[in-house]
């Protein structure tokens, strides 16, 4: 029920191109579904987030689909660059919930060649 | 910079010693949340305090216990130390209860030896 399942594992996507990471979740509770960057030795770091009251959510070149009735949600660069190359992860949480905290998918590896 | 900071950024001690980490939150943010990552288990949720008090709990070990302090800096005490304690332990901090728009700090990592 808390799961968060995300994949791929790991993504080689070239300069320019579009990189998309897809996560799926079974808790309808859930409304709040962030998604993070993280750097080799750094704290993730928040990058965009959407509330599943709308279907996308665009920041730059990173942006966000969400389909309530299949509970997925999905992340896309546009436009790659290798300073993207980190991992990330897409998470979800539930406001009301006494969990208080944010469940997380097991992490994407992306790799952006020059 | 999220303006979280932790101390220390690395910590390597021995099986059955005790250690304490610590947190500052970001000016302003009333919540601190705990978090453990490792190669296996991922980014795992700890425990959640806000404005002093525990307000949620995950898979925290009886070994391991926090506090929130007057000026809203936590601590992360883990005693007994085993071998698989060992990885990152990051703290995140937000603005209210709700555990929306967490930023984390640079985390700690801890090898046991």
């Known amino acids: 029920q808390q799961q968060v399942k995300q994949s791929p594992q790991s993504l080689i996507v070239q300069k320019g191109g579009i990189s998309i990471i897809n996560c799926a979740y079974e808790n309808t509770a859930f409304d709040y579904f962030p998604w993070y960057q993280q750097f080799p030795g750094k704290g993730p770091a928040l990058l965009i987030a959407?509330?599943?009251?709308?279907s996308e959510k665009k920041e730059g070149r990173f942006t966000i689909s969400f389909n309530k009735s299949a509970k997925q949600f999905s992340l896309h660069i546009m436009d790659s660059q290798p300073g993207d190359s980190a991992t990330y992860f897409c998470a979800a949480s539930e406001r009301g919930g006494s969990q208080g905290n944010l469940i997380f998918g097991k992490g994407t590896k992306l790799s952006v060649k020059p | 910079d999220s303006g979280v900071t932790q101390t220390p950024k690395h910590l390597i001690t021995a099986t059955g010693q005790r250690v304490t980490l610590r947190c500052s939150p970001r000016?302003?943010?009333?919540?601190v949340y705990w978090y453990q990552q490792s190669l296996d288990q991922g980014l795992q949720f700890l425990i959640q305090?806000?404005?002093?008090?525990?307000?949620a709990k995950g898979n925290i070990l009886e070994r391991f216990s926090a506090q929130q302090f007057p000026d809203l800096h936590s601590e992360l005490n883990l005693s007994s130390l085993e071998l698989g304690d060992s990885a990152l332990y990051f703290c995140?901090?937000?603005?209210?209860?709700?555990?929306?728009?967490?930023?984390f700090g640079p985390g700690t990592r801890l090898t046991v030896t």
């Open positions: 959407i509330r599943p009251d709308v």
């Open positions: 995140a901090s937000s603005v209210g209860q709700s555990p929306y728009e967490q930023y």
């Open positions: 000016s302003g943010d009333l919540s």
């Open positions: 305090y806000y404005n002093g008090e525990e307000r």
